[in-house]
């Protein structure tokens, strides 16, 4: 079958049971994606008309989903993004959708943009955050009005974000216990949601508001602990790279994920600066499978461009500005 | 060599690589990276122990016990004494089932062993601990607890002791893995290239220069391993890149004069660097 030069699809088509059969617009290399992420997510068939990057459609079943809460360990996993030299937000934008649409809690605490931003590009990619909110679907932490409430007005019980008002706040366990209060289980006899799942937008502003590395690392820690371990959800979340060598506390929060995280992914800015058709790559790395494989192909590297509803990948070189 | 020939010697080569790992006791210091991770390499060994009939504990502050457990069968399970500091290594919960003292604590409650039966103690991570506690502090309880066996004036028969310490590379400093570094006595550095590991073994052998080897390998889902033919570098004394090169006649005069001087002893008892140690 001829191959169509073109923008490609991450993680759209397969066949079942096997991973060969995959999206007639991918070269050899994104197959090979393609072809491992079947084989470790046994993906059933899907059509090859569909169209949504980084993920299945909305009516793909979670526990078949690249990014399901499942795992052999029969705990949740870790995902980490990290943006350095472009905005990663888009993958942000992504996971929040999707895992609506995938019928799971979510508890967002959301540090960098305000409600009804996340909202306004929500309803692009076809969820209504405002909906899942009040169906009580989704938590959402809004830190930018929240931190203004704790600094300017005295608090009854201990906010979130309560480290704001505190000269030594030595931890992040008022926002720890926030989190698992949102996702902890309602005994209510029906579960009306798959799994919960936890999101943060963006881990690194916790440095800048006076928290140190391993505070949050041990944040994350806990709410490993509870989201993944207890709850056996999901977590994903974002860390800037700012490329400042002298910012060691960033550099231990950003390795310090790395290590406990299963998938990350690496939005970068190009080498080469701008391009209008090309506006970054995307580095896929796989850790800490469940169990160790001989041989595995642990990263892909893709290139995207960001379109209104959609971002487009494609391997290197192959953008339709080039071809 | 038969096919048969050479599966029996893939599994002595498995079995030699393993063992040279924790033959000298004290500490083994597996030192991995984000691409390179070494938790699977730290499951072999304790695999391993647990094969030999020694003692092993586990001291998990950094994932689940269901998952350090996972790709183990019943008969190596039971033989692991899991001491959980996952769940709430803070007490953050104020429950009474938070271990007095935290990771610290067991690991210094792992001094006052009496028995005779070998141990190996797994940190799942010195990277965790280092990152909360002191340095120093961890450095004196590592080298008490990896020590133990080798106490002078001690009339009991305390067992071999191994502490395997999973540290990850980017989290610290040159002091501290300079510090943890001239504590051990055997070094593992992950690496590899495109989908193939690598592990660069350092040994520091009473009484012998430090040698060290370069051993490509996989891990297998039973953890396992997997040696890869003919890309081993063997065994060679370690160069230190820091010290300068010495020639015979130097060596020589210096070795006449620890001789005389009963200087050689007190060197032995030098740690780090290669410094006390054939010199």
């Known amino acids: ?323 | 060599m038969t096919p048969s020939e050479g599966a029996r010697a893939g599994t002595g080569r498995e079995l030699e690589m393993l063992d040279s790992l924790l033959a000298l006791g004290g500490l083994v210091l597996l030192r991995d990276s984000v691409e390179w991770e070494g938790r699977s390499l730290l499951k072999a060994l304790v695999k391993k122990s647990a094969l030999c009939g020694e003692q092993v504990h586990i001291l998990g502050c950094e994932v689940s016990e269901e998952e350090f457990r996972e790709g183990f069968d019943s008969d190596i399970n039971n033989r692991l004494v899991y001491h959980d500091f996952f769940r709430d290594p803070l007490n953050w919960s104020k429950t009474e089932e938070a271990f007095p003292g935290g990771p610290l604590g067991a690991l210094r409650a792992m001094c006052k062993r009496t028995d005779p039966v070998p141990v190996t103690i797994a940190l799942d991570s010195l990277s965790w601990l280092l990152l909360r506690l002191p340095c120093t502090t961890l450095c004196q309880a590592l080298h008490a607890v990896s020590h133990q066996d080798s106490c002078p004036g001690d009339s009991s028969s305390v067992g071999k002791v191994s502490v395997l310490g999973l540290l990850h590379e980017e989290l610290h400093g040159p002091g501290p893995v300079g510090a943890l570094s001239s504590l051990a006595q055997t070094e593992v550095t992950l690496g590899g290239t495109t989908g193939q590991a690598s592990a660069h073994i350092l040994c520091r052998r009473p009484r012998q220069r430090p040698t060290d080897q370069t051993q490509w390998f996989s891990i297998l889902p039973d953890f396992s391993l997997d040696l890869q033919e003919g890309l081993s570098v063997e065994s060679q004394p370690y160069s230190d890149p820091h010290i300068p090169p010495v020639s015979k006649n130097a060596k020589a005069r210096t070795r006449k004069c620890s001789l005389v001087s009963g200087q050689g002893r007190e060197n032995k008892s030098c740690r780090g660097w290669g410094w006390g140690q054939g010199f």
């Not at chain 1, 019980?157 to 698992?180: I, S």
């Not at chain 1, 990263?299 to 070189?317: E, R």
């Open chain 1, 1 to 323: 079958m001829a191959r169509r030069p073109g923008t490609g699809y991450l993680g759209v088509v397969v066949r079942r049971g096997s991973t060969r059969g995959l999206d007639w617009r991918l070269g050899p290399a994104e197959s090979g994606l393609l072809g491992h992420l079947a084989y470790s997510q046994r993906l059933t068939v899907r059509s090859r008309t569909e169209r949504n990057w980084l993920g299945p459609s909305p009516s793909w079943a979670p526990q078949a989903d690249l990014f399901s809460p499942r795992s052999s360990h029969s705990g949740g996993k870790l995902t980490l993004l990290c943006d350095a030299k472009t905005d990663g937000s888009f993958l942000v934008h992504h996971f929040l959708s999707f895992y609506l649409k995938a019928n799971c809690k979510v508890c967002f605490v959301a540090l960098i943009q305000s409600f009804s931003h996340y909202s306004i590009v929500g309803q692009k990619l076809g969820v209504s955050l405002t909906m899942a909110r009040e169906r009580g679907q989704l938590v959402f932490l809004e830190g930018l009005k929240s931190a203004v409430d704790v600094v300017f007005q005295a608090q009854k019980e201990p906010h979130p974000l309560q480290f704001l008002r505190e000269a030594n706040a030595g931890n992040l366990k008022p926002l720890f216990e926030f989190v698992r209060e949102a996702l902890k289980p309602i005994d209510s006899g029906e579960a009306r949601w798959t799994y919960p799942v936890l999101l943060v937008d963006d881990l690194s502003v916790l440095l800048s508001l006076g928290m140190g590395a391993v505070a949050v690392l041990d944040f994350i820690h806990y709410c490993r602990a509870t989201v993944c371990w207890e709850l056996k959800g999901n977590m994903v979340v974002l860390v800037h790279d700012s490329g400042d060598a002298e910012d060691e506390e960033n550099d231990i929060l950003l390795n310090g994920l790395s290590h406990q995280s299963h998938l990350i992914l690496r939005a970068e800015g190009l080498a080469t600066g701008f391009c209008r058709d090309v506006h970054g790559q995307l580095r896929i790395l796989w850790r800490r499978p469940s169990q160790p494989t001989v041989h595995r192909d642990q990263s892909f590297t893709y290139q995207y461009k960001i379109q209104d509803k959609s971002v487009s990948f494609f391997a290197k070189g192959m953008s339709p500005a080039v071809l």
